[in-house]
């Protein structure tokens, strides 16, 4: 079992920076990659990043690419979203989530339905 804990939301205006944190724990956790999903008002999930815990490649919604990047600490088991130049689209429920390597996540940027999410932490960015 892998437990997944979201920091570090908040409210920013248009333009700022923001860094999530997921803490990382479970006896199996290591079998798993990480990533983050957001999910705005009336939409539905939307991939955002994930790293491969093999390889430790990164992956990048469309969306997203050149202003948020993903980041591990091993020695601390937590994983970083750094999100740069916020816009209100940006606006959303952030979610960390855990996929079996190589699973889901990374094959198709989708939510694995057998995998394992945090809590989630609010983003808001006004204009």
């Known amino acids: 079992q892998v437990q997944l804990e979201e920091s570090g939301g908040g409210l920013v205006q248009a333009g700022d920076s923001l860094r999530l944190t997921c803490k990382v724990s479970?006896?199996?956790?290591?079998?798993?990659?990480i990533g983050w999903f957001r999910q705005g008002p009336g939409k539905g999930r939307e991939f955002v990043a994930a790293?491969?815990?093999?390889?430790?490649?990164?992956y990048y919604g469309d969306s997203v690419k050149g202003r948020f990047t993903i980041s591990t600490d091993n020695a601390k088991n937590t994983v970083y979203l750094q999100m740069n130049n916020l816009n209100p689209d940006d606006t959303a429920d952030y979610y960390c989530?855990?996929?079996?390597?190589?699973?889901?996540?990374?094959?198709?940027?989708?939510?694995?339905?057998?995998?394992?999410w945090g809590q989630g932490t609010q983003v808001t960015v006004s204009s």
């Open positions: 989530a855990a996929s079996l390597k190589g699973g889901l996540m990374l094959r198709l940027r989708a939510p694995d339905p057998n995998g394992y």
């Open positions: 479970g006896r199996t956790s290591s079998r798993y990659d």
């Open positions: 790293v491969s815990r093999s390889t430790d490649n990164t």
